[in-house]
C-alpha cells in the first residue's frame, strides 16, 4: 500500500539551513506536499511540487524531488525560530477516483537561538 | 474571510454522546474530506464528498456519518462516543476530486471522557 516516510525529529540552531527529508512509495503519485502545523493549530499548505518537476524554490523554502529513488526534501534557508513547527510530508493518491492524501508522520523542527 | 471553517474548535463530552462537528467552505471547492489526527499526529483520511457524493469510505466505524447538505457543507456526526475518538479531526477541500492542493480547516479538538 501506500506509505510516506520521515524522519520524526530535527534540530538546527537559528540561522542555519534545516533540511526535512521524506520517501514515499507511490510511483503514480502526481503531486507532492509539504504542510506545516504550529503547535495547536491546524494545517498550512507550504508548498507543492508536480511531479515531473526536481526542484522548485520560493522564498526561504526549495523543495527537491527524486522521482527515481521517490525522495523528497524540504531545505528552509536561514531558520528562524518561528519555523519551529511540525512538517508534514503528503504525497496525492490517484487510485481511480480518489484524490486524497496520504501524509508521513511528521517531522518536528526544533530552531535553538 | 475564512477560507475553510469548522465548528466547533474545541469539544470535550462523556463516552456514549452523539455529537457533530461542522465544516464549511467558502472557496466554491467541489470536494471536501474529514482526516483524523491521532495522540501521535498521524494524519489519516476518513471522508471524502464530491458534489454531495461520497467518493472515499475508509475504514471508519459505522458511528462516523458523513451528511453533505450541499457542496458547501459537509458535516461529521459521531454516535456513541468512545474513548479512542478523541482526536484532532479537520476538515479540508479542493476545487474538484481530481485537483490536488487541499486547504485545511483549523481543526476540531475532540476529547471523550
Known amino acids: 500500500g501506500e506509505d510516506v516516510e520521515q524522519s520524526l525529529f530535527l534540530s538546527v540552531r537559528e540561522g542555519d539551513s534545516s533540511v526535512i527529508n521524506c520517501t514515499y512509495t507511490?510511483?503514480?503519485?502526481?503531486?507532492l506536499y509539504w504542510y506545516k502545523q504550529e503547535p495547536g493549530a491546524g494545517l498550512q499548505l507550504l508548498t507543492y511540487?508536480?511531479?515531473?518537476?526536481d526542484m522548485k524554490q520560493d522564498q526561504r523554502l526549495t523543495v527537491l524531488l527524486n522521482k527515481k529513488d521517490k525522495h523528497l526534501s524540504l531545505r528552509i534557508a536561514d531558520t528562524q525560530t518561528g519555523d519551529s513547527a511540525i512538517y508534514f510530508c503528503?504525497?496525492?493518491?490517484?487510485?481511480?477516483?480518489?484524490?486524497?492524501?496520504?501524509f508521513g508522520k511528521g517531522t518536528k523542527l526544533s530552531v535553538k537561538p | 474571510d475564512t477560507a475553510v471553517s469548522q465548528t466547533p474548535k474545541y469539544l470535550v463530552t462523556q463516552m456514549g454522546n452523539d455529537k457533530s462537528i461542522k465544516c464549511e467552505q467558502n472557496?466554491?471547492?467541489?470536494?471536501m474530506y474529514w482526516y483524523k489526527q491521532d495522540s501521535k499526529k498521524f494524519l489519516k483520511i476518513m471522508f471524502s464528498?464530491?458534489?454531495?457524493?461520497?467518493?472515499i469510505n475508509e475504514t471508519v466505524p459505522n458511528r462516523f456519518s458523513p451528511k453533505s447538505p450541499d457542496k458547501a457543507h459537509l458535516n461529521l456526526h459521531i454516535n456513541s462516543l468512545e474513548l479512542g475518538d478523541s482526536a484532532v479531526y479537520f476538515c479540508?477541500?479542493?476545487?474538484?476530486?481530481?485537483?490536488?492542493?487541499?486547504?485545511f480547516g483549523p481543526g476540531t479538538r475532540l476529547l471523550v471522557l
Open positions: 479540508a477541500s479542493t476545487a474538484g476530486r481530481r485537483q490536488e492542493t487541499q486547504y
Open positions: 507511490d510511483s503514480s503519485s502526481t503531486y
Open positions: 511540487i508536480f511531479s515531473n518537476m
Open positions: 503528503a504525497e496525492s493518491i490517484h487510485g481511480g477516483s480518489q484524490g486524497n492524501l496520504i
Open positions: 472557496l466554491g471547492h467541489d470536494t
Open positions: 464528498y464530491n458534489n454531495k457524493e461520497l467518493i
